[in-house]
């Protein structure tokens, strides 16, 4: 059982379609963080909101949007990927304490045609 | 700034064999260490931390992991491997300039039978 809930779970998209991933947390956390995971390569954070608040952003290209609209709740929003964004994407949640663990969600399987 | 090694990309090893994954981390400031596991089409799941006290820090599923400050290692042990302990493995350190945590490459344990 997890805390952290993202749909869809697998998406198939096309190189110029709109779509949007959702992540949703149910552990009180203030901080939510997105994630790309690509085979052969180490975990990459791509965004991190506390308190709302967007507080990183790791260069990723703006084809990525995310939105985190109230703490509870997390959107990646997609459009004009490119097939190198086929990955594993990720949503965390966590408190706002260095010495705390962060909880993932189960991710959503991203292919682009 | 803060970075984390995982000296093994995999290792594969025997039912009821033990088995240790190694870690080493590098920070200017007080860590706190961090492993997760992740099964196949699964996100992400805390293994054990270590935040303070006791070197030794005990987990779940019979994992425990051994803080040594001298050779910045906190490399993770169970004694009897099980086939469902084939899964991904992630050291992972946080530290006082921030609560973002910094993840390793990942070990990829096999259990054979």
């Known amino acids: 059982e997890t805390g952290v809930t993202q749909t869809p779970r697998h998406l198939v998209m096309g190189m110029t379609n709109k779509k949007s991933l959702k992540c949703e947390q149910h552990l009180g956390h203030n901080a939510m963080y997105w994630y790309k995971q690509s085979a052969k390569k180490p975990l990459e954070l791509m965004f991190v909101?506390?308190?709302?608040?967007?507080?990183e952003n790791n260069s990723v290209p703006s084809r990525f949007s995310p939105e985190c609209p109230n703490s509870s709740h997390l959107f990646l929003h997609l459009h004009t990927l490119q097939p190198e964004d086929s990955a594993l994407y990720l949503c965390?949640?966590?408190?706002?304490?260095?010495?705390?663990?962060?909880?993932f969600g189960d991710g959503t399987r991203l292919s682009i045609l | 700034a803060q970075s984390v090694t995982q000296l093994d990309s995999q290792v594969p090893v025997f039912e009821e064999a033990p088995v240790e994954l190694r870690c080493n981390y590098s920070?200017?400031?007080?860590?706190?260490l961090f492993w997760y596991v992740q099964y196949p089409n699964q996100g992400l799941q805390l293994l054990l931390k270590?935040?303070?006290?006791?070197?030794l820090v005990k987990g779940i599923n019979g994992f425990e992991a051994e803080f040594n400050k001298s050779q910045t290692s906190f490399h993770l042990r169970k004694p009897s491997v099980h086939i469902s302990d084939t899964a991904e493995y992630f050291c992972a350190v946080s530290g006082t300039g921030g609560f973002k945590t910094i993840f390793g490459a990942g070990t990829r344990l096999f259990v054979k039978a």
């Open positions: 965390a949640s966590s408190q706002v304490v260095v010495n705390q663990p962060q909880h």
């Open positions: 909101y506390s308190l709302e608040e967007r507080v």
């Open positions: 270590y935040l303070s006290g006791s070197t």
């Open positions: 920070s200017s400031v007080s860590v706190y």
